[in-house]
């Protein structure tokens, strides 16, 4: 079944420790504000956790083959490869996206600043955001955010429910991450960008074959047009 979606909004179905994703993020908030288009499009961030749909948790050497290949891709974006020690990787991302679902009780501002600010420390700062001390003291460089209430929220558990529901909707419907969708029922996956690998996925090379950022500018103000 269809997701669901208002209308001037996009609806994206992510996982923050996706490379894909915080392209497409980045994307969308850019030339949203280039369109001047901040003010009728919104993003409505749907939790997609890959370690739920694989099972298992982001590898990081597969991350890090894709970054080496994805960073110039988006440079604006800013990436590095994990300059933690290893035993501080993230093994999960549930506590970040339930922090950008808790969030959403804020508004969509709320939400779209937090979610930007968690992937941008994850993979610009190599910061673990599986940790709820981590999570809080990115939330509190997000003017948006009210960090008292977030932190309540955390504490409660309040949004947990919410990260499962928006698996569970995402059905046989969402390809993966990201994915986004239209008050149409129309939908764009991985906006633009086509690639391959040469080699056994996570081993090889990726290759990107076609970027079309401009596509990006169809995407606003498509959703625009529905509100």
């Not at 890959?50 to 800013?78: M, Y």
């Not at 990260?163 to 969402?174: C, Q």
Request: aromatic share 8%.
């Amino acid at each position: 079944m269809t997701p669901e979606v208002e209308p001037g909004t996009l609806a994206v179905f992510s996982d923050i420790a996706c490379p894909w994703a915080h392209i497409a993020v980045h994307r969308l908030h850019d030339h949203r504000k280039a369109l001047g288009l901040v003010d009728r499009v919104a993003l409505d961030h749907r939790a997609f956790p890959l370690e739920v749909v694989n099972r298992a948790g982001t590898s990081k050497p597969f991350l890090e083959v894709e970054i080496e290949a994805l960073r110039d891709v988006q440079p604006t974006a800013g990436w590095q490869l994990w300059r933690g020690e290893p035993w501080t990787w993230p093994v999960t991302m549930l506590p970040a996206l339930e922090a950008v679902q808790a969030a959403k009780a804020q508004g969509h501002q709320a939400a779209e600043a937090l979610d930007l600010a968690l992937r941008e420390a994850f993979f610009g700062a190599s910061r673990c955001i599986s940790l709820r001390h981590v999570i809080l003291q990115v939330a509190k460089s997000v003017p948006q955010v009210d960090v008292d209430r977030l932190r309540k929220d955390l504490d409660e558990g309040v949004a947990r429910s919410s990260v499962m529901r928006d698996y569970e909707s995402a059905g046989d419907v969402v390809r993966g991450s990201p994915h986004i969708f239209f008050a149409d029922g129309t939908d764009a996956f991985n906006p633009g960008i086509e690639s391959h690998w040469d080699g056994k996925p996570g081993k090889g090379t990726l290759i990107v074959d076609r970027d079309d950022e401009a596509v990006y500018d169809e995407l606003l103000l498509r959703a625009a047009g529905s509100g």
